[in-house]
């Protein structure tokens, strides 16, 4: 069974920085796509970062520049290191896994099927 556990999040100020970890068991990242969403209250979720088994990773366009995702297959636990953070970043952020592909990866939430609860990110002004 699938789990994904998320964790590193908090509140910061603008300009401040976070480092995300998505933990994950039952569930290897180098062979699917898995992505970063996240979901302001009121407001559709939202394309943070995904990323193929290969590693190629496409950004929302607000996060370009500003976040990175990164991989630790030996820990299977994939992070987002996010800088120059705003208060529109703030929102909660889950990861999900699509575990029936492993390209072509999906970049809208509804295709995938494995997700974590969320962590929080509050940014201040």
């Known amino acids: 069974q699938v789990q994904l556990v998320e964790s590193g999040g908090g509140s910061v100020q603008a300009g401040g920085s976070l480092r995300l970890s998505c933990a994950a068991s039952?569930?290897?990242?180098?062979?699917?796509?898995m992505a970063w969403f996240r979901q302001a209250p009121g407001k559709e979720r939202e394309k943070v970062a995904i990323?193929?088994?290969?590693?190629?990773?496409w950004y929302g366009d607000s996060m370009m520049g500003r976040f990175t995702l990164s991989k630790d297959g030996s820990k299977n636990t994939v992070h987002l290191q996010m800088k120059s953070l705003k208060p529109e970043d703030t929102a909660m952020y889950y990861c999900?896994?699509?575990?029936?592909?492993?390209?072509?990866?999906?970049?809208?939430?509804?295709?995938?099927?494995?997700w974590g609860r969320g962590t929080q990110v509050t940014v201040s002004s």
């Open positions: 999900a896994v699509d575990s029936r592909h492993e390209i072509h990866c999906s970049l809208g939430h509804l295709g995938y099927n494995d």
């Open positions: 039952g569930y290897s990242y180098s062979r699917h796509c």
């Open positions: 990323s193929d088994r290969y590693g190629t990773t």
